[in-house]
C-alpha cells in the first residue's frame, strides 16, 4: 500500500530502474521512500530480524514473572495457579495503574474499549468512570503496553487485579504497586537472564528459522546495501541466535559476521538515538571489550549513539532505514531525534490482514444499511426541530421512524458482532477502535515510514523498489 494506505499496482519504471508496490504486497506505506537512495539498512534483533514463537515466549514470561514476584515481592502462591491467554490482550492498550483498567483508545486518546482486570467494563460505567477523559501517556497514572515483550505483563496484570479483588482474605498492594511490581519481575528476567537461559537451551520451543530472510539479506548486500543490526540485547545472546537462525541458510557468506556490515549489542535503545555513549568494541571470539575512540569500521561493538555512527559513515540520515518491531524504541524516538528513515514490523498484521478480507462483505453490509439510516434520521431531526421552531409535532410519523431507525440499527448491531468474532475476541481490531483509528495505529502512521507484518515482506521486493503515495483526500475534500 501507499503513503496514505490505499494499493497501487506493480508498474516497472524502466527510465528509473524502480518498481512500485504489487497489489498482494505486505508492505504498507505512510511517507515516500526511495530504496534506491537508502544505503544502510539497520535490523533490530528480537521480533524483527529473528522471529519467536510469541505465544510460547509470553508464556514464559508470564511463568518468570509470577515465579519473582513470589519470591521477592511477597506475592501469595496461589498466583502460581494464574493461565497465560495470549488473546487476553493487545498491542496498544493502555494500563491504567491507578484504577487496576486495561483501556484501548482511539487516535485522539479517547477511551473506545474498557477492561476491569479480565471483566469488560459496560459503556455506562466506563463513562461514568472517565467522562470525557483523554488518556495522557505522560501521566504516570498510565503504562503503554507497546510490544509484544508486554503481551504477558498486561495479562498477568489484569489477572491479578482479578485475585486481589475475589480473594480478599489474601493480601495484595494496591493497583499501581501491582502494575509495578509486575514490570519489575519482567524486566529482572530479562535483565538477570532467567528469560534468556530458557530461551538458549530450548532454542526450537522459542525461536523460528526464516531461511527467505537470510536470502532476502545476501540479495540486498549484492546490490549494494549495507545491513547493520542495532540490538538492546547483549552480544552473547546476539551471537547465540544469530549462530542458529542465520549462520545454517547463509550461500555467499561464511557466517553472520561477514554478512553484517557492523553490530551494535546492548544499545541502550531509544539512548542511542538521543544520546552521547561511547562505543566500545568487542572481539567476536572471546567477547571481551575495549574502548573504541576512532572512526567506526565494520566490526562488532557495544552502546554508541546514533549522530557517531552517522558521522563515522559519511552518511545523511535519510541514507539510513531502520527496522524494528518496537513502536517507541526503534520508531517513535529515532523518527523525533534523528532524520534515519523508519520500518516497522507489526506480526499481528499477518492476521488481521486476513480478518480484513474477510470483514469486507460484512462491512460493505453495515455501510449500505447506515446509507439507508441516514435520510430517516435527517427527517427525524428535522421534525424535533419543527418542534420547537413552531410548537408543532408529527407523533405518528416520529413514532414511525423511531421505529425505522431501531430495527437498522439492530440489524447493525448483529453484523458488528459477526465482524467482531473475526478479530481478538477481548479488544477486536489491533489498528481500529470502531471506527476510528487506534492509538497504535496513529503512531504507526505518524512515526513509520512503511510497515508490515515481518521483515520477509520488504526483503522478497526490489533493493531498488520504490514506495510512492497518491494524494490523500481530506474530509472536505470527500464532499
Known sequence: MNEEGTSRPLLKLSTLEMETLTMKSNVFVNRTLNLKRIKYIGLDMDHTLIRYHSGAFEQLSHTVMKEKLIQKKGYPDIIKSLHFNFNQAIRGLVIDRK???????????????????TQAIDFKTQQKMYKSTYIDLSDNDYMAVDTTFSISLAVLFAQLVDLKESRTDLRFPDFAMIADDVLDALDEGHRDGTIKNIVRDNLKTYILKDEAVVQGLETYKKHGKKIFILTNSDFYYSKLLLDYAINPFLKDHQNWQDLFELVVTFAQKPKFFYGDHRFLKIDPETGLMSNFDFKLIPGIYQGGNAAKFTSDLNLQGDEILYVGDHIYGDILRLKKDCNWRTAMVIEELAQETISDEKAGPLNHEIEQLMEKKEPFENELTQIMTQKIDRGALD?????????????????????????????????????????????????????????MPKLQNLLELSPRTYFRAPRRLLPHEMV
Open 99 to 117: 484504577k487496576g483498567n486495561l483501556l484501548k483508545v482511539n487516535r485522539h486518546s479517547a477511551i473506545r474499549a474498557s477492561f476491569h482486570g
Open 395 to 451: 407523533e405518528s410519523r416520529t413514532n414511525e421512524l423511531q421505529k425505522i431507525i431501531t430495527d437498522i440499527d439492530g440489524q447493525i448491531s448483529q453484523l458488528i458482532k459477526k465482524q467482531q468474532l473475526l478479530y481478538n475476541l477481548h479488544w477486536g481490531q489491533l489498528m481500529r477502535s470502531g471506527n476510528e483509528e487506534s492509538y497504535f495505529a496513529y503512531q504507526v502512521e505518524r512515526y513509520a515510514c512503511v510497515y
